[in-house]
């Protein structure tokens, strides 16, 4: 069974000022999800569903699709804010979907296979998705094994602002036994700083395993994570700017002891864009894999 790949790209990129899923950064003109599509591929994955929002399909149609619909099987999915569970409105000054467990969601009643979920402006590697596809290829529908790949904080952090990961606890065997997240963090002289809601800070070394949002789950996570976006939305729904992130969810599989979840290890290195000036150094980075081989001139030519 083909594992499918799930693209999170419903959102605007706010701090990045435009649609920064679509900004070219590749050698020909490619964005980042392209390289994405371009490694899932190669790894054996055999599908993409994008979650996206109505207003920016006509940019995917025009300037995404065509690129490499020919390629791989591709379908769109849309994260509607008030796509609620029954019972349940959408208050009336919220603006915003209501984060990534809920757009996983939007894609409920197309995921049948193991999937991977990424987000559309993270570039995270060709092994990351060779390890992520090996994982997956080995699960069925109804497995409650999950993974997902971990990262070294201070090689994920903008020298550019702050940016939000999920900071995880792994235990001997490998496995996730807990993630935080934490929304304001930025390098500080050598180390990285979490600015917290309260107004206090924490501390890391840089060295801590970080969740980029590459997960890996099986359909049987779907019907749980339902539960839970109801459970969210009767403590926090009210407040305009709660999210229900994936991170919650791979917490309470792992704390519920309802599933396990593998961290997976990878020599790749990620990159991204959450602010304008990081479009440079992605740009540089691509270049240079481009010229070492790691990908083609052009990825569909």
């Given at each position: 069974m083909k594992p499918t790949l799930l693209i999170l790209a419903a959102g605007m990129g706010s701090r990045y000022g435009g649609i920064k899923q679509?900004?070219?950064?590749?050698?020909?003109?490619?964005?980042?999800?392209?390289?994405?599509?371009?490694?899932a591929i190669r790894a054996g994955f055999g599908k993409v569903v994008f979650v996206i929002r109505r207003d920016i399909k006509d940019d995917f149609?025009?300037?995404?699709?065509?690129?490499?619909?020919?390629?791989?099987?591709?379908?769109?999915?849309f994260q509607e804010m008030d796509d609620l569970p029954a019972g349940f409105s959408v208050p009336e000054d919220r603006s915003k979907p209501w984060g990534t467990a809920h757009a996983v969601l939007a894609a409920r009643?197309?995921?049948?296979?193991?999937?991977?979920?990424?987000?559309?402006?993270?570039?995270?590697?060709?092994?990351?998705?060779?390890?992520?596809?090996?994982?997956?290829?080995s699960r069925n529908?109804?497995?409650?094994?999950?993974?997902?790949?971990?990262?070294?904080?201070?090689?994920?952090?903008?020298?550019n602002g702050t940016v939000s990961r999920g900071i995880c606890q792994v235990d001997e065997q490998g496995c996730l036994t807990g993630m935080t997240e934490h929304t304001k963090l930025e390098k500080k002289s050598g180390h990285v700083l979490s600015h917290l809601d309260d107004g206090s800070s924490k501390r890391f070394t840089g060295?801590?395993?970080?969740?980029?949002?590459?997960?890996?789950?099986?359909?049987?996570?779907?019907?749980?994570?339902?539960?839970?976006?109801?459970?969210?939305?009767?403590?926090?729904?009210?407040?305009?700017?709660?999210?229900?992130?994936?991170?919650?969810?791979?917490?309470?599989?792992?704390?519920?002891?309802?599933?396990?979840?593998?961290?997976?290890?990878?020599?790749?290195?990620?990159?991204?864009?959450?602010?304008?000036?990081?479009?440079?150094?992605?740009?540089?980075?691509i270049q240079a894999l481009v010229e070492s081989g790691e990908y083609p001139e052009s990825l569909w030519a």
């Open positions: 679509i900004e070219p950064v590749g050698t020909n003109g490619e964005i980042i999800l392209e390289y994405s599509i371009f490694d149609d025009k300037h995404v699709l065509p690129r490499f619909s020919d390629r791989i099987p591709c379908e769109y999915v009643d197309v995921l049948k296979e193991p999937f991977a979920v990424i987000n559309a402006d993270d570039f995270y590697g060709k092994d990351a998705y060779r390890v992520m596809g090996e994982f997956l290829a529908g109804t497995d409650r094994e999950y993974a997902m790949v971990g990262y070294q904080l201070m090689k994920t952090v903008s020298e060295d801590e395993a970080v969740s980029m949002n590459l997960f890996g789950f099986t359909p049987a996570v779907l019907p749980r994570m339902q539960e839970m976006f109801a459970s969210f939305l009767r403590s926090t729904g009210p407040d305009l700017k709660s999210e229900f992130y994936i991170p919650t969810v791979a917490n309470d599989a792992v704390n519920s002891g309802d599933a396990s979840m593998k961290v997976l290890r990878s020599s790749a290195e990620w990159f991204g864009i959450t602010y304008q000036e990081d479009r440079p150094g992605v740009v540089s980075s």
